[in-house]
């Protein structure tokens, strides 16, 4: 387990004799550096920006148009689903709060919200090339308008992905040095 080094297993023992096991975080804490108001606009951005990014990537695949029969546009089109989903995950993850989170908030929400933002960046910018490279050279002079609808819509999906990493990239998250409060919190834990 990743985080186990940042967890205690608590045993107690109440009147009547049973016992109840409770986990305390003993590890670091993150602050963001933005105000809760902020953080609710990047929450409401970044929902935006995917599901457009979401959507057009979507869409796009109804579009019958010759590439998509080609291993090197249908491929990476495919294979893009798999970070957009686990990009979606990290976003509903994002903390409520900037003061006080968890390795594992930090960690689920921003880190694998960035990582996977940049695997689907990736793979839509291979699959573009390949589909023109399809649409100019190997099948000849036949861009029709489904290729044109194809290409616009896997491109605003690209540059909304742009954008959400981007956004994701500023949040900048500081490590905690304030015991005290870390304390404070462990003693709160304690009376539940």
């Known amino acids: ?17 049973h016992s109840k096991q409770s986990v305390q975080y003993n590890g670091p804490l993150f602050d963001l550096e933005m105000s809760p108001a902020d953080l609710l606009g990047l929450k409401r951005l970044a929902a935006l920006l995917f599901a457009g990014a979401a959507a057009s990537h979507l869409g796009a695949g109804f579009l019958p148009h010759r590439a998509s029969y080609q291993w090197y ?3 990476p089109y495919a294979a ?26 930090t960690d689920s929400s921003f880190n694998k919200g960035r990582s996977a933002s940049l695997a689907a960046i990736v793979l839509l910018a291979v699959g573009l090339p390949g589909f023109l490279l399809h649409c100019f050279f190997i099948s000849g002079p036949a861009f029709g308008l489904l290729e044109g609808i194809y290409l616009i819509l896997e491109t605003l999906s690209l540059l909304m ?12 998250i500081v490590k905690r040095v304030d015991h005290h409060l870390h304390e404070m919190l462990t003693e709160q834990t304690e009376g539940f």
């Open 1 to 17: 387990m990743k985080y186990k080094e940042d967890y205690t297993l608590i045993t107690r023992t109440d009147e009547k004799g």
């Open 73 to 75: 546009v249908s491929l």
């Open 80 to 105: 893009a689903y798999l970070p957009i989903f686990f990009l979606g995950m990290a976003l509903l993850r994002l903390p409520r709060q900037t003061r006080a989170l968890e390795r594992c908030q």
């Open 161 to 172: 992905l742009l954008g959400l990493f981007s956004k994701l990239n500023r949040v900048r």
